[in-house]
Structure formats: C-alpha cells, structure tokens
C-alpha cells in the first residue's frame, strides 16, 4: 500500500512554456500533499505544502505565481511550472500523507526530471 | 529554522561490512524517518521512529530514536551492492496536516564488491 504516482517521469520544454505534473495517491486518500525540489547531489528542498480544497503553502523564496499548485481531490495534486526558464531545471519530488494513517510517515513519488532548454 | 545534519557525508565500504550513519537536529522532532533514494528515483521509505529511544529493525537495517529527540542513528549490517545509494534522515514534527517534513543533506553509500 501507500504508493504515490507522478507523471511524467521525465520532460523536456522550450523555454516560456509551461509544464504540469501531476501526482496521484494510488491506493490511499492524501488530505496533503507536499512539492519538493532537487538539484544533483543535494537534498529535497521544500517548495510548498498543499491541502485538498485549499490554498497552498510555499516556503520562503517560492514563487507561488510560477509554481502553480492545484489540490482538487484527496488523491491528486498538480504542479505547474509556468513560463519555464533554464535555471528551473531540476528533479521535483511530491509525497503525500495517509489522512486515515495513525502514523505520520511521507510516501514520495518516483520524481519528475524537467529539462527547460 | 530546523536543521539536520548527517555524517558522515559518504562512505566507501567493502560488501559484507556493517554500515552506520547518524543524524543529528538543532532542534527536537517527534517523528524520524529514513528513507533511500537511488539516481533518479523519489526516496522510499525505509524506517520510521515515533518515540524517543525507539529500536527499530526492517530486515538488515536498524534505527534508533536518540533519547534527546535531536537525533537518530542508521545501521546496515552486512552490506550489500544494492545497499548503494544516497540516505536520507528526515524529521518531522506532527502536529497538524500542514506539519513538513525536514530533510538532512543525506549520507552517499557506496560498496565495494
């Protein structure tokens, strides 16, 4: 149980266009969701935490105008990188919480590995 | 804001060779967790501690919850090629949904054949 999907593993995008990635709970209902980002040999760096039906929450220094994040239902979360650039380039990583869960653990995605050129 | 630092940074071990690693916070979290990520892949979960002086054991892999709550040891016993690959400890303070989990720079492991 608790697998966490992401979509697509990988994609490659002119730069000025925009790109979605979507992350799906499988077989759990996620009440949140978190977007992380990864630059080679680095840690997971958190970008925003998204809750179903709301707002999200970005972290210092996220722009929340370029990072769109979308929470419609308990099982999906979107992640838009609008009007990409070449330094947004970068490995992004969802993960989710099991609202039903007593426990607390995070579930991650396989990843998303965006190329802007 | 919270930090976590995990030594050592990498390590080269022969295969067959136990494997320890640790964590440690400038502040208290009241859940660890260890995960494993290989390249290009998203981490997975490998442990998850919940009480201060928690033993934890998944297979070869064994984890504590230290008592001070600012930090946590991982160990592998008898490692293996497929042991390579970079850990993470992360730390995460359960509150509320919006409570985020923290991430140490994580601890690259390679094994020698």
């Known amino acids: 149980g608790a697998v966490v999907s992401q979509h697509p593993s990988r994609v490659i995008c002119k730069s000025g266009t925009s790109v979605k990635i979507e992350c799906r709970s499988l077989d759990f209902q996620a009440t949140t969701m978190f977007w992380y980002r990864q630059f080679p040999k680095q840690s997971l760096m958190l970008m925003a935490t998204?809750?179903?039906?709301?707002?999200?929450?970005?972290e210092q220094g996220v722009e929340k105008d370029k990072f769109l994040i979308n929470h419609a239902s308990l099982t999906l979360s979107t992640l838009t990188v609008t009007s990409a650039h070449p330094e947004d380039s970068s490995f992004y990583i969802c993960?989710?919480?099991?609202?039903?869960?007593?426990?607390?653990?995070?579930?991650f995605g396989q990843g998303t590995r965006l190329t802007v050129v | 804001g919270q930090q976590l630092n995990q030594s050592p940074q990498s390590m080269f071990i022969q295969e067959g060779e136990d494997v320890s690693m640790n964590c440690t916070s400038s502040s208290i979290f009241n859940t660890w967790l260890w995960y494993k990520q290989d390249p290009g892949e998203g981490p997975v979960l490998l442990i998850a501690?919940?009480?201060?002086?928690e033993l934890t054991s998944n297979g070869r892999l064994t984890a504590q919850f230290g008592i001070t709550r600012k930090d946590s040891f991982l160990n592998i016993s008898a490692s293996i090629p497929s042991d390579v690959g970079i850990y993470f400890c992360a730390g995460l303070n359960f509150k509320t949904s919006y409570d985020k989990v923290i991430f140490g720079p994580g601890t690259s492991l390679s094994v020698i054949p």
């Open positions: 993960s989710a919480r099991d609202r039903l869960s007593l426990n607390t653990e995070a579930f």
């Open positions: 501690l919940y009480k201060a002086g």
């Open positions: 998204s809750n179903e039906g709301s707002k999200a929450t970005y």
